[in-house]
């Protein structure tokens, strides 16, 4: 039954008393004026602060719905090569309709990226989520690594990559979506070994390819590294029949962090924010490009980007070609406002505006003069 409390002031001595009203159901609360003289700065700042908290709850209570209905993911991810998997990470861990059930790492030194990757989750509070590495490949130099040399942890378990995926397929079967951010090795090695792992696998959504775009201001497609780095794994993945959601160099090539967005997310005094920091100093290059997160952000908001179903071949040199009267077997996006993604992401990763910090706190290694021409 709903029940009303209304306060009503009294002109005698006595303190609160309460009674019920002529109307069934509703309470009355009866304050003297002494008592309101007393305590009325403590009702005021409850009062106060129940209004202020209504955002604070609303929120809550949409973030506690998003998570009920959050979509399970695992990622495949060469962190610590370029800059760009530790901001999709990052997203990830800030969007609250992702559940990451866990990290695979793939190319060269994995088992350095997955301590890279470990650490990352365990600074941003996630030390639960379990961090395979795939297997090695030849080792590179990788600057970012240093960051975790020394990192152990339980959630770095010492099973395979692929077995890894088979299993978190297997034992939710059509439900997991695959966040792939890096050469499809994993994917492609799980397949080839146990085809009907494909029907488990709800779809993949993937940084990869390029269609009628390149690298940089090409206005002609390249061959995408995620894909030409790995052209077997890539063709057997997109020969899979999952459904495959891509985001190429089309909407990606063009994402340039500026300075300041760099600022506003190093700034937001968080220790997510603070391995970011630190990721991009060892990285040691002015510009990210958030190629990753934009596959990460186009499956949380699919309006960010115009897409279009393709039969895309791939050929031997990495090309993402489009074979015209084919059946499809991807989503391709095509065309994206790199504006609204920015808005998207810094809403999340850098939630605290710019504005918000005092000039002096800026730090001024992490914008250099020509970057402010940018955004
Ligand atoms: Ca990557």
């Not at 602060?49 to 949409?62: D, T, V």
């Not at 995926?165 to 994917?187: E, H, M, W, Y």
């Not at 940089?216 to 030409?228: K, L, Q, R, T, V």
Request: hydrophobic share 45%.
């Amino acid at each position: 039954m709903m029940m009303f409390l209304s306060l009503r002031i009294t002109r005698n001595n006595s303190n609160l008393k309460m009674g019920k009203t002529s109307m069934p159901g509703n309470f009355v609360a009866f304050f003297s004026l002494p008592t309101i003289r007393r305590y009325g700065c403590f009702l005021a700042s409850l009062m106060l602060g129940g209004i202020m908290a209504m955002p604070g709850l609303r929120l809550f209570a949409q973030h506690a719905k998003a998570r009920r209905v959050a979509i399970p993911i695992l990622l495949d991810t060469d962190i610590g090569t370029d800059i760009d998997d530790a901001f999709a990470l990052a997203l990830i861990l800030r969007s609250p309709e992702l559940r990451l059930l866990g990290v695979t790492t793939v190319s060269g030194d994995t088992a350095a990226r997955a301590r890279l990757a470990a650490k990352m989750l365990s600074e941003a509070g996630k030390p639960r989520i379990p961090v395979v590495a795939g297997k090695p490949g030849k080792p590179l130099p990788i600057d970012q690594t240093r960051w975790a040399e020394n990192f152990t942890g339980p959630q770095l378990l010492h099973s395979s990559a692929v077995d890894f995926l088979r299993d978190q397929f297997s034992k939710n079967p059509g439900k997991i979506t695959l966040v792939a951010i890096g050469p499809l090795t994993n994917i492609g090695m799980l397949l080839q070994q146990d085809p009907s792992v494909a029907h488990k696998i709800k779809r993949i959504v993937m940084m990869g390819g390029s269609i009628a775009r390149g690298y940089d201001d090409h206005m002609s497609p390249d061959p995408e590294y995620n894909i030409a780095m790995d052209v077997s794994a890539a063709r057997v993945v997109f020969a899979s029949g999952i459904p495959i959601l891509m985001a190429p160099l089309d909407v990606t090539a063009m994402l340039q962090l500026s300075a300041r967005d760099r600022q506003r997310i190093f700034n937001q005094g968080t220790p997510l924010a603070e391995s970011l920091a630190a990721l991009y100093r060892l990285w040691g290059h002015p510009t990210p490009i958030l190629f990753d997160p934009m596959a990460v952000a186009l499956l949380i908001r699919p309006t960010l980007c115009k897409t279009q179903p393709l039969a895309i071949r791939i050929d031997a040199k990495g090309y993402t070609r489009v074979e015209s009267g084919e059946k499809s077997n991807a989503v391709v996006a095509l065309h994206t406002d790199p504006q609204k993604f920015f808005d998207f992401y810094l809403s999340r990763v850098a939630p605290k505006a710019l504005s918000e910090f005092r000039f002096g706190t800026l730090n001024s290694s992490w914008w250099s003069p020509n970057d402010w021409a940018g955004r």
